[in-house]
């Protein structure tokens, strides 16, 4: 759904709430990417980290 003007109710937060937490992710899943980009030039180094913090932020998001 591109609009849910009550998307902030449903979610039972704040407007800075939301925002704090949503960027947070934002920024993890940011830093998830470039280590991946890092895994796939180099495949030697940070084997897991990828799979790991993208289950660990499935768990996170889980818990909304």
């Known amino acids: 759904m591109w609009f849910d ?11 800075f709430a939301h925002a704090y937490r949503v960027s947070v992710i934002s920024i993890k899943l940011l830093f998830i990417g470039i280590v991946g ?9 940070l084997t ?14 889980g818990k909304f």
Not at 53 to 61: F, L, S, T, Y
């Open 5 to 15: 003007l009550k998307h902030l109710k449903k979610a039972n937060l704040g407007y």
């Open 37 to 45: 980009l890092l895994h796939a030039i180099l495949p030697i180094i």
């Open 48 to 61: 897991e980290s990828v799979s790991k913090g993208v289950k660990k932020i499935n768990v996170e998001i």
